[in-house]
């Protein structure tokens, strides 16, 4: 009987225990060619292939895993980029995006320009003076009603009554200036009517 399996070619040596050798063909493997080698062409993206009697193995290299090599490894999952910046990664190695590169930059997007500095330094001025216009108008309407509804003392009711007589002042003195014209109309139309008679010196009979 044939002692080789799987089509192996069979070779009589003295020399070896059995006294023959199996010359397998791709693919098996073991003394009578008895094992199915698995291929190694399902080790993916560069991943080494490592063959044994019984198996394969891939060894992947740097950025990937699994059993074929057919994972990512995530190198951004202990990344941080700051200002917002996004951190990617492609074969093994990683990087932030920046969300503004005029305005950000630096491995992490940590760095900011100078004329980001310059905008804030001049938002936060801005805000500051709008928080103290605010403030102040505030603090001015509290004080006025306290002075108002706790002791009874309105600021305004002076203004307010000198306005009203300034008012009241120059609508008296625009109706006495109409009254004036209308009295000087009526004087004009009840003067008599004068006839003027010319005489001539020396005229002819």
């Known amino acids: 009987t044939q002692p080789c399996l799987n089509s192996a070619t069979c070779h009589t040596n003295a020399s070896a225990l059995l006294g023959y050798i199996c010359a397998c063909v791709t693919g098996y493997s073991g003394t009578n060619c008895e094992y199915d080698v698995p291929s190694c062409s399902n080790c993916l993206n560069g991943g080494k292939c490592n063959s044994t009697a ?64 310059v905008k804030e330094i001049v938002s936060r001025s801005f805000a500051c003076v709008a928080i103290g216009c605010i403030s102040t108008v505030i603090g001015f309407i509290i004080l006025m009603d306290v002075l108002k509804y706790g002791f009874h003392i309105n600021p305004s009711e002076h203004d307010l009554e000198s306005w009203k007589a300034k008012k009241n002042y120059h609508r008296r003195k625009e109706e006495r200036r109409r009254a004036d014209e209308r009295q000087k109309k009526y004087n004009l139309s009840k003067q008599p009517i004068l006839a003027i008679r010319f005489s001539y010196i020396d005229a002819p009979t």
């Open 54 to 117: 019984n198996e394969t193995t891939c060894t992947c290299p740097t950025g990937k895993l699994g059993g074929h090599c057919q994972y990512e490894v995530d190198i951004c999952a202990n990344i941080t980029c700051q200002n917002y910046g996004v951190c990617s990664s492609s074969y093994g190695n990683w990087s932030c995006e920046c969300i503004n590169p005029d305005f950000y930059s630096g491995t992490y997007c940590q760095i900011k320009s100078s004329s980001l500095h």
